[in-house]
Nanobody, 113 residues
Framework: QVRLMESGGGLVQAGGSLRISCVVS????????MTWHRQAPGKQRELIAS???????TYADSVKGRFTISRDNVRTTVYLQMNDLKPEDTAVYYC???????WGRGTQVTVSS
């Protein structure tokens, strides 16, 4: 059974930076594509970044150029470095293997203006 433990969220001012992490267990991490999603209040959850086994990455237009996804296969951890944060980035952030269902608890990111 896959376990997802997101951490590192918090309150930050607009223009600031934050790095969130997700430790994954119960999954052959090194072989899978990992994704980050977010859900803002009153909105649907959206996919914002992915990273494949070869470290190839994709980003939603809303975060491209500001966010960077990375992975550490030894620590089975996926990261999301978020720079130049905006109030519209306020959301709960979740990680997930692309091909599996189920979610962790997420980590709250709040950006003040």
């Amino acid at each position: 059974q896959v376990r997802l433990m997101e951490s590192g969220g918090g309150l930050v001012q607009a223009g600031g930076s934050l790095r969130i992490s997700c430790v994954v267990s119960g999954f052959i991490f090194r072989l899978g594509t990992m994704t980050w999603h977010r859900q803002a209040p009153g909105k649907q959850r959206e996919l914002i970044a992915s990273i494949g086994p070869s470290h190839n990455t994709t980003y939603a237009d809303s975060v491209k150029g500001r966010f960077t996804i990375s992975r550490d296969n030894v620590r089975t951890t996926v990261y999301l470095q978020m720079n130049d944060l905006k109030p519209e980035d306020t959301a709960v952030y979740y990680c997930k293997p692309l091909t599996l269902s189920g979610w962790g608890r997420g980590t709250q990111v709040t950006v003040s203006s």
